[in-house]
């Protein structure tokens, strides 16, 4: 589908926009779809309008390409870091992280309506960021041989979003200050094997997505303590209780305090984690 047609059928309707980028497979035309709602929000010419007037397909979500095959996260194979094809498999699950990430932005966008303006853009601008991060990895990936669906790879972060798509506190609580901010504690202790290896382009790529996703996370921090707010309930609170009740992965320390204090999360929340997570 040319970006004319799509143009055509949801013209700067931001949230349409989000489900049309959503939908579509192939990688470099999500991306450009997305810098194209991107480029709506600098130039100010969008307006957000609730797509359900239009045929939404839930069967056609999440757009992404035939592969790479889906398997169980411990069917996923490591190699030693000291090969190319070790470097490739940890640069692919990293990628594969990363494209789920632009699609998880994009369907905060689209699904969940009757939010502030600024939420939406807000996700608009985390799936413009995930969406540079993936081809950075991804042609990082080129670099060594290989491409992206050269590798299997696992489901984790989709199926959370999944899950929780019938509730925006839970999408907050779940997928951005949970399944995301695991990769604030996880990126430096990443960053270290690739600084052994001494792939310094990894190294510098690691670092953009790191701040980057800080910022991400934050967002996530921001729209779940309003909702929380909205919703009069505790955020700690509230937050054990959904991760029990959608059976959300269990945190593990050792954690990044500096980065989730800059992605918003509270002393007292942190205190929460390391007493019962460490």
């Not at 470097?87 to 994009?106: C, Q, T, Y």
């Not at 540079?132 to 992206?148: E, R």
């Not at 921001?222 to 955020?235: A, G, M, Q, S, T």
Request: aromatic share 10%; proline share 5%.
């Amino acid at each position: 589908m040319t970006m004319s047609l799509h143009q055509n059928f949801a013209k700067d309707n931001l949230r349409l926009l989000a489900y049309q980028a959503l939908i579509e497979i192939e990688p470099l035309s999500k991306k450009a779809l997305v810098e194209y709602i991107v480029s709506c929000v600098i130039r100010e010419q969008f307006f957000i309008q609730d797509p359900s007037i239009h045929q939404i397909q839930e069967s056609l979500i999440p757009g992404r390409p035939p592969e790479p095959q889906l398997v169980n996260p411990l069917s996923v194979k490591k190699r030693s870091m000291n090969t190319n094809e070790g470097r490739a498999i940890a640069i692919h699950a990293l990628a594969h992280i990363e494209f789920n990430a632009v699609n998880l932005a994009l369907d905060a966008v689209w699904r969940f309506s009757n939010m502030p303006e600024q939420y939406y853009l807000d996700w608009i601008k985390v799936a413009g960021e995930e969406a540079k991060h993936f081809f950075m990895l991804k042609n990082h990936l080129n670099s060594l041989g290989y491409d992206y669906g050269n590798f299997p790879a696992h489901d984790s972060l989709w199926e959370m979003v999944e899950k929780t798509k019938g509730d925006i506190l839970a999408r907050m609580a779940l997928v951005p200050r949970t399944m995301e901010a695991r990769g604030l504690d996880a990126v430096p202790l990443i960053r270290a094997r690739f600084l052994q290896a001494k792939d310094a382009e990894m190294v510098e790529i690691l670092d953009v997505i790191l701040r980057d996703e800080i910022g991400h996370v934050e967002i996530g921090n921001r729209w779940f303590n309003f909702l929380c707010k909205e919703r009069e309930v505790d955020p700690i609170i509230i937050f054990n209780s959904l991760s029990q009740q959608y059976n959300a992965p269990h945190l593990r320390g050792p954690f990044n305090i500096e980065a989730r204090k800059q992605a918003g999360f509270t002393d007292a929340e942190i205190d929460f984690l390391q007493d019962n997570y460490s």
